[in-house]
């Protein structure tokens, strides 16, 4: 699943997201959602998250 809906995105859910200083290579980091930050049902460069380690970027890929 891609990170484009809120609804897909649960807290504790394993993801990989791009951070903001990665954007432009697209390099992808794994952690847990601690936190949904992106207020809108949907976002076409993915829902904005906060990791568990505190790392925040928009999510490319859910795990389930």
């Known amino acids: 699943m891609n990170g484009q809906k809120r ?10 997201i791009v951070l903001k200083k990665d954007q432009r290579t697209g390099a992808l980091t794994s952690g847990k959602v601690k ?6 049902p949907n976002h076409p460069h993915g829902i904005k998250v906060r990791l568990e ?8 890929n859910i795990h389930s």
């Open 7 to 16: 609804n897909d995105i649960k807290i504790g859910a394993e993801v990989e």
């Open 53 to 60: 380690d505190g790392q925040v970027g928009r999510v490319k």
């Open 35 to 40: 936190d949904i930050l992106t207020k809108s």
